[in-house]
T-cell receptor, first 111, second 109 residues
């Protein structure tokens, strides 16, 4: 049984560009959450998708958007990249809200 | 969301028991206490969750006093592979997890 998978593993972008990160949830899970983790800090909640709709959102600007597909996979899009967007982006899936299963993350570097 | 306070770092040796205490003075009636573990370059992993008294699983124990203003994660007989960051989270099992800075536990041989 595959766990949560994310792609790509690493990504380098330039300021002002746009990026799309992808996530496949653990088999049987229908809810996907996205987190941003800056170096040396804990993960920060971006938003969560359930039934292809954004259910809740953290304190992130509209440059951060997402999508969930009928097969429960999800994408995170970030527009107009800033240097401060450099971070590890984590995807987590769940069936019961309190126990979330995290993927290995995508390391985004903005230069 | 209740704010949590936990030590920045702790050192231990293989075979010892490690206890990490988390303070959450403003915990609400419907809040649960959850702990996650994170290794470098990996996503966090759920360890344990409790509401009151004591919870134990194959990995750890969680002790919660009657006033619920603090909790202690206990890792029995740690090994080098237990070196990680441990996060204490308090919330009502709402949709989002709120992580603090966590406690870096270093286990030495």
């Amino acid at each position: 049984d595959a766990g949560v998978t994310q792609s790509p593993t690493h990504l380098i972008k330039t300021r002002g560009q746009q990026v799309t990160l992808r996530c496949s949830p653990k088999s049987g899970h229908d809810t996907v959450s996205w987190y941003q983790q800056a170096l040396g800090q804990g993960p920060q909640f971006i938003f969560q998708y359930y039934e292809e709709e954004e259910r809740q959102r953290g304190n992130f600007p509209d440059r951060f958007s997402g999508h969930q597909f009928p097969n429960y996979s999800s994408e995170l899009n970030v527009n107009a990249l800033l240097l401060g967007d450099s971070a590890l982006y984590l995807c987590a899936s769940s069936l019961k809200t309190y126990e979330q299963y995290f993927g290995p993350g995508t390391r985004l570097t903005v230069t | 969301l209740a704010k949590t306070t936990q030590p920045i770092s702790m050192d231990s040796y293989e075979g010892q028991e490690v206890n990490i205490t988390c303070s959450h003075n403003n915990i609400a009636t419907n809040d649960y206490i959850t702990w996650y573990q994170q290794f470098p370059s990996q996503g966090p992993r759920f360890i344990i969750q409790g509401y009151k008294t004591k919870v134990t699983n194959e990995v750890a124990s969680l002790f919660i006093p009657a006033d619920r203003k603090s909790s202690t994660l206990s890792l029995p007989r740690v090994s080098l592979s237990d070196t990680a960051v441990y996060y204490c989270l308090v919330g009502d099992n709402d949709y989002k997890l709120s992580f603090g800075a966590g406690t870096t536990v270093t286990v030495r041989a």
